[in-house]
């Protein structure tokens, strides 16, 4: 996350109240600080307005360890759009500005705009490339069984971020490496915040994902139970999961988003290396549902580690 001029504007602002109290500014002086502030703000516009914005047409905004990230992130490597890529640590943006990842901002002349949730950004994909890019994006093609298999996909998804956060969260040195604490990638006044803050930030996260011990029992079942019927959909020894030679994005929305627990090898292609916990001690009860579920289906298993090892790779040239 870069600290951008309409950043450090926001900043000023909030801190109105704080500076006229600090320095006990009579009205004049504060209604000054407000003209001030009025000002600049209108400059910034006027600015955004005569210099047309730089940088790449495609801009993702992620985190590291990401499974809906990775949905997207593996989509347009495979796809081979060229774009450019923001780390952050994402729950501050949550916090703070209730801005979630991934995001994709696109850039057309002097217009920037952006596109939020994975299901989304896919659909700007197709719609964008499919024609100029043919058959290299026909993985993305929105069929009408592809998107009821992706709702489900995605609701999964939410189960598995509440999986992960009911056994991390009680581990402040475990959370805050997920979070980025140890990439060097990411700014260092953020990785300073996540830690002071991470009190108030573990309290926000429990609310958010409504965690507690009978969630986690319903959670875990039903991630089971979709996993028991991906397992019998994969039985009969397919290459995708709705059939046919190739495979689509229903296929690596499963693998990205079952990353974070099979922890497979190329997981993120070098991207989230920093924030994925190999070689950190987890949780003996994480633990154990992990190797459970390894061995409850093991064709959803090499189904997702054939497509790590054969398809997941760095963008194309």
Known sequence: MRIGRRAVHTVFVLSLPLIVAAFGLSFGSAAMLVIVALLWRWA???????????????????????????????????????????????????????????????????????????????????????????????????????????????????????????????????????????????????????????????????????????????????VEEFLGEMEIRLADGRTALLGGDQIGYVDITLAALSGLWLMPENYGAGKADATIPRGLALPPGMKAEMQSWRGRFPHVVAHIERLYATERTARLA
Do not use: C
Request: glycine share 8%; aromatic share 10%; net charge positive.
């Open 44 to 222: 910034l516009a006027l600015t955004a307005m005569l210099a047309p914005p730089e940088g790449a047409e495609l801009r993702l905004e992620t985190i590291g360890a990401s499974h809906f990230v990775e949905k997207v992130r593996w989509s347009m490597d495979r796809l081979g759009v060229p774009y450019t890529e923001e780390q952050n640590v994402g729950v501050l943006g949550v916090l703070f500005a209730g801005r979630t990842v991934p995001k994709l901002h696109i850039r057309t002349g002097r217009v920037i705009s952006s596109v939020g949730n994975s299901p989304e950004i896919l659909r700007y994909l197709w719609g964008r490339y499919a024609t100029e890019y043919g058959e290299r994006a026909a993985f993305l093609e929105p069929t009408t069984e592809a998107l009821a298999l992706e709702r489900r996909l995605d609701r999964y998804g939410v189960n598995i971020q509440q999986w992960i956060y009911h056994h991390i969260l009680p581990h402040r040195a475990l959370t805050l490496h997920a979070w980025g604490a140890d990439d060097p990638r990411l700014p260092a006044w953020q990785r300073t915040a996540n830690d002071v803050l991470f009190p108030l930030l573990r309290i926000f996260m429990r609310k958010v994902f409504n965690l507690g011990a009978s969630t986690h029992v319903k959670v875990v079942h039903h």
